[in-house]
């Protein structure tokens, strides 16, 4: 498939949207923390959302919201290199994979507010979320949340999760893996936002719940997840440098694309669980990894997400793929009778349990099947006494 088209069944699937709108059938829109969208469609931190081209166009082609690719005070300090991508392909030559070792925005601060407020001025109704990273300094934590706050945008995304690039300068995953020193930042910006905010967190870690637990504990009103995974895509067994090659020389990224999106789902199925346990399921979910089509989303919403982000998706398949995930949703939403979203979001949830749980559940359903058991197994289970009972078991038209 070409990159920025999609298949003929994926087209046909796709829907009008006016204003992110769908025109008929079930309503795609949601409210989190305060946020209207009218789908959950949210283009993620990162290419898609570098400029104010390309944000403009993601808003007329109808995405429920846009986040900013990440922005910090001293962009003078981000250089990135060309080339930085590697794509794993399926058999069929689609892409399957897909790593970065992409830095965060180098374009300077001032330009990016500029156009931040630009956005605003002609989107006022839409909702435009700033991705924000700095080092651990609470004057240029406060700083970039005022500064972004002046210009209008409606909420922010914290960047605890970028795998790769200036770890030391503890950002990124190197913040978001440290619990301790994630818990002060957010406690930062609570202090100085006016506007919603939420916390994306690394996959690269043990156990997500925990610094999750730490942003919102802190006073973040959710979170975002997954990041991408840290990884190396692979050698030319040709030249025996690592790809993506710069100089013959690369160094780890972040993977994202279809592939991880049975690691992002677990990722999010914690997270789902523990804001419903320990949160009274208060705080927001934002669910990253994978996402191509209306019935992946579903499955994230199904895991306690009100929003979906698409990134690597919008790269490989252009800016309306939008239409088409609300029509799949659509599709999904109508085959279950749903009406809204939050209808059916978290409704996997309790399906989750643990191994030792599943064993007992299984000798139980074991125990009760052989409990009712209909008829006799064979004839020497006849009896002279129950002989008129055990015929009536074996009758199928009682």
């Not at 006016?18 to 209207?36: A, C, F, M, N, W």
Request: charged content about 25%; glycine content about 10%.
């Amino acid at each position: 498939m070409a990159a920025g088209r999609l298949s003929a069944d994926r087209a046909s699937s796709a829907v009008d949207l006016v204003d992110g709108k769908v025109t008929s059938g079930p309503d795609l829109s949601v409210e989190v923390d305060g946020l209207r969208m009218p789908n959950p469609f949210v283009i993620g931190s990162g290419p898609p959302g570098t400029n104010y081209k390309v944000m403009r166009k993601a808003f007329e082609e109808g995405w429920g919201g846009v986040i900013c690719k990440t922005l910090s005070l001293e962009a003078d300090k981000v250089i990135n290199v060309t080339p930085r991508y590697a794509k794993m392909k399926d058999t069929s030559g689609a892409v399957f994979g897909w790593e970065n070792i992409e830095l965060i925005s180098d374009r300077p601060f001032e330009t990016m507010l500029a156009e931040l407020k630009q956005l605003k001025e002609e989107f006022p109704d839409r909702v435009l979320i700033a991705s924000i990273m700095e080092e651990y300094n609470r004057g240029a934590w406060e700083e970039i949340v005022g500064r972004c706050e002046e210009v209008g945008v409606d909420a922010f995304e914290l960047n605890f999760s970028c795998p790769h690039g200036m770890p030391e300068r503890r950002m990124g995953a190197a913040m978001g893996q440290d619990c301790e020193l994630l818990s002060e930042v957010c406690a930062w910006v609570e202090g100085a936002a006016t506007k919603p905010v939420w916390a994306k967190m690394t996959p690269n870690i043990t156990d997500i719940t925990a610094p999750a637990r730490a942003s919102l504990q802190a006073g973040s009103q959710g979170v975002s997840a997954i990041n991408t995974i840290q990884s190396v895509m692979g050698i030319n067994l040709k030249t025996l440098r690592p790809e993506p090659c710069v100089e013959g020389y690369s160094t780890p990224g972040g993977y994202s694309s279809k592939a991880v999106k049975p690691i992002a789902l677990a990722r999010v199925m914690a997270l789902g669980q523990m804001i419903n346990k320990e949160f009274d399921g208060k705080k927001s979910l934002s669910g990253i990894g994978g996402v191509e089509t209306g019935f992946d989303a579903a499955e994230f919403i199904l895991l306690g997400s009100s929003t979906v982000q698409v990134c690597t998706g919008v790269m490989v398949h252009g800016y309306p793929l939008v239409k088409s995930l609300c029509g799949e949703l659509q599709q999904f939403m109508t085959e279950h009778d749903f009406k809204s979203i939050e209808e059916f979001r978290g409704l996997s949830l309790p399906y989750f349990t643990t191994h030792t749980d599943l064993v007992a559940k299984q000798k139980e359903a074991i125990a009760l099947k052989k409990a009712t058991k209909v008829g006799l197994a064979n004839d020497k289970d006849w009896t002279g006494e129950g002989f008129v009972e055990e015929s009536e078991s074996m009758v199928s038209n009682q």
